[in-house]
Each structure stands twice: as C-alpha cells, then as structure tokens.
C-alpha cells in the first residue's frame, strides 16, 4: 500500500477558495503552527540549512527548521494553498 500524502492525487473539479480572512495568523503567537509540518521551498530550506536561518511557509509561519516534519500533521492553510498551486499548474 503507498504511504498517504498530502497533496490532491488528480486535479479537482474546481479550484479550492481560498479565503485570506479564515486563516490563522501566525504572528498571533498561539502556537496553534507549531503543531504541524509546513510547506516550504526546497531551495529556502536548503539555504536555512545551511546558514542557519529562519524560513517562510505558505501560510506564513517563520521559524528556524530543526526537527523532523513527518512527526507532525501538515498544516491545513499550508496544504490548501499547495492544492491550489497545484491545481492552477494543471489547468
């Protein structure tokens, strides 16, 4: 059996709302994004690995990468967004 993923198989019959309102804040300091794995450019990532510096997700959440992200669930704002991408790319 394959490992789930995250990301949408095939393409949607229409593209996901995405609406800026609904989503959470990440500088509200809730902590409610340091529960879940986020989307972040390979390349970003890399470089933060490198140089030790903080990186940006697709929701916005900044921090300095240092765990495994297969501990946590993907964040929800992140995995929307990258569905969207996604299926904009298909179209």
């Given at each position: 059996m394959p490992a789930p993923t995250h990301?949408?198989?095939?393409s949607?019959?229409?593209a996901p709302v995405v609406e800026p309102d609904t989503r959470p804040d990440p500088t509200t300091g809730?902590?409610?994004?340091?529960?879940?794995?986020h989307y972040v450019s390979k390349r970003e990532l890399d470089?933060?690995?490198?140089k030790g510096a903080a990186v940006t997700a697709l929701c916005g959440k900044r921090?300095?990468?240092?765990g495994d992200p297969s501990?946590?669930?993907?964040?929800?704002?992140?995995?929307?967004?990258?569905?969207?991408r996604?299926?904009?790319s298909i179209e």
């Open positions: 990301l949408p198989t095939k949607p019959a229409t809730d902590g409610d994004h340091d529960r879940f794995a470089k933060a690995r490198r921090w300095k990468p240092d501990r946590y669930p993907m964040c929800p704002t992140c995995a929307e967004i990258a569905a969207e996604i299926s904009r």
